[in-house]
Structures are given as C-alpha cells and as structure tokens.
C-alpha cells in the first residue's frame, strides 16, 4: 500500500501510487520524486520500478530525487531497481521506520545526509562499486 511524501516541486505524473519527473524525454528517463501534495506521504513497503509507462512512453527510473523520500514516518523499507544511478541528497531523511533498504549495483555515492534520522535502519545492502559515503549519509542510524 502506498501513500506519498513532502514535496517543494511538482511531479510530472504519477503512476502505481509513485510520482515521477522527465529528466530526459529524447533518451526516455525520469527520477522518482515526491508527491505535490505536501499533505500525503509515502508508506509502508515500496518496490520501485525499473520501467514505467505515461502518455504511451516507456521510462527508465535512472534517479531518486533530493528529499523524494524525506521525512516519510511510515515508510517501511524500500526496494530500488538497478537502473537507479543516482540517490539524491535527503533522499530519505527523517524515516524513522524505515528499516530496509537495497542500494543499486550502479551507485557510486550517497550524498550527505541521504539517511540521516533513519533511526530504525538495521539492513542495508551496499554495492561493491560504491567509493565514497559523504559526512553525515548514515548520522544517527543503528
């Protein structure tokens, strides 16, 4: 079951209870962001898509957006596809249930504060290729 998160920007549309933004429409891409509406959050388990449809075009989800996630009290644990190659900054601050989460073989890097008061996280699953974990990315989990 899902709800949305807190968001300062628009989505561009919504598909499976997920709200997502064209970052390239020549090479069909978009980032998972949060809902416009500042009122409703994401919860419970989320499986994000590899591939999603709007308006007869397929996307690719290459990217999680800044703050796509932040401050989603009942979110639970998240699972992200492969094409993920970008976890933005916030992405999933202040989640205090949040417990799992699967980091893409493609990321390289999390962002500052990306899980920050994430106070229930106990697994976490790192890539190989992962090089740099920036100051405060895991500041007060488990």
Known sequence: MLSMCTSITASDFESGGIHY???SQQEATVEVTSNPDT?????GDITIPELVTNNNTTYTVTAIKNKAFS????LKSVII?????QIGKDAFRRCPALTYVN???GITSIES??????TSLTEIILPEKLTTIEFGAF????
Do not use: A, G, Q, R
């Open 81 to 85: 596809p492969e094409s993920v190659v």
């Open 139 to 142: 500041y007060n989990c488990i």
């Open 21 to 23: 933004n064209i970052l």
């Open 103 to 105: 980091i893409p073989m």
């Open 39 to 43: 009122n409703i959050k994401y919860s």
């Open 71 to 74: 401050s989603c009290s009942d």
């Open 113 to 118: 504060s990306t899980f920050h008061n994430c």
